[in-house]
């Protein structure tokens, strides 16, 4: 294994257990919406013992409580198995709108922890690309996590996905440009190199204060 | 005396229900659903214990404990959390947290670390009193 390729087994793997870290959280919120439910049930069963009479309407409460946590807990272990799945194929028909979707929902927590998430605007028309779908949505996830580090203060963060004559291209906007001094600086090796994989040009514009990713 | 708990985590379901059983268990707990807000509270009313998710927007559980801390070092801080790894209990404990509980958590094991808290709570408040006291007698020269 050359030292570019083993760099690049690190950032896919690196990239997959922040997800994975991410997702299995989120279970456990689900978890333990689902025990504290199942402890409400178990309060109850005493307080009937004791002779306390007890709420219909409350008991429906929590057995809808649980319907939504269960549907909650499969929507997340779908994505997760989709996230998975993405590593499949070394290229495929990738729909760029869908793939800013599916990571700014599979990274949604760690998004609101950097504040307000970003205002995703996609092309009416499909823009697909061939590409390797799992190294797309790192790189998306990258310039999305700088784009969030660097926002500036006074507006929304977007991104955009268009197409400029031929070429499909993602813009991460309302960034303050004092960040954006050179593309150098702004990304990692790692990030670097799996545009270089794809193929895609990676811009920072200091004036208009974006990301800019360009596709071959 | 009851003990008071200030419940702060961004999931309203698990606030709500936890919320509930506490009370049903003769606490007085106030919940919140940010840190940002949990501090504002704080300012103004004392709590036997802070029990708070380790990873919620805005402000993470370090950064708010630390934060809770420094207005009010007497009060008891708890933290949740979806992994409870041997790093982000070290990070914790030496951030000032009394403990760090791993959800799903089960509720009467935490009752008996509330308990605790209120006594820990109480302690410390004797310990400032009695600081002021010494403090003012020694102004008077005594």
Redo the contacts between chains.
């Keep these: 294994m050359t030292e570019d390729s083993q760099a690049m087994a690190f950032e896919g793997v690196r990239f997959f257990g922040e997800m994975s870290?991410s997702i299995?959280?989120e279970?456990?919120?689900v978890?333990?919406?689902?025990?504290?439910?199942a402890?409400?049930l178990q309060?109850m069963v005493m307080m009937i013992e004791k002779g306390l009479p007890l709420s219909p309407e409350r008991l429906s409460q929590l057995s809808q409580?649980i319907v939504?946590?269960v549907k909650r807990g499969d929507r997340i272990v779908k994505d997760m198995n989709r996230f998975a799945h993405s590593a499949d194929h070394p290229s495929e028909a990738v729909e760029i709108g869908d793939v800013i979707h599916f990571i700014s929902v599979l990274a949604a927590?760690l998004i609101?922890?950097k504040?307000e998430p970003p205002k995703i605007e996609v092309s009416a028309t499909p823009i697909t690309v061939v590409t390797n779908r799992f190294f797309l949505e790192d790189l998306v996830w990258a310039c999305l996590c700088r784009a969030m580090d660097t926002r500036a203060p006074d507006q929304t963060l977007g991104i955009v996905a268009e197409k400029t004559g031929n070429a499909p291209r993602i813009r991460f906007c309302g960034l303050a440009g004092d960040f954006l001094a050179s593309e150098a600086g702004l990304f990692s090796l790692q990030e670097r190199m799996v545009a270089g994989l794809l193929g895609i040009q990676m811009r920072a514009d200091k004036d208009k204060g974006e990301i800019v990713l360009i596709f071959p | 005396m009851k003990e008071r708990v200030l419940l702060v985590d961004d999931e309203v379901e698990f606030l709500e229900i936890m919320a509930e059983r506490m009370r049903a268990r003769d606490m007085e707990v106030t919940t919140s659903t940010s840190a940002t807000e949990a501090l504002s509270l704080i300012a103004a009313e004392s709590y036997d214990a802070v029990i708070m998710d380790f990873m919620m927007p805005e402000m993470d559980g370090i950064q708010a404990l630390k934060a809770i801390k420094e207005k009010r070092p007497e009060m008891q801080i708890i933290l949740l959390t979806g992994h409870a790894t041997v790093q982000k209990g070290v990070e914790a404990m030496k951030a000032g947290a009394m403990d760090f509980v791993e959800k799903p958590a089960d509720l009467d094991a935490l009752a008996t670390k509330i308990k605790k808290a209120h006594h820990q709570k109480a302690v410390i408040v004797q310990k400032q009193s009695q600081d002021k006291v010494i403090e003012m007698l020694r102004r008077f020269g005594m």
């Design positions: 870290a299995s959280h279970i456990k919120n978890l333990a919406i689902i025990n504290e439910n402890g409400l309060d409580s939504r946590q927590r609101a922890m504040g």
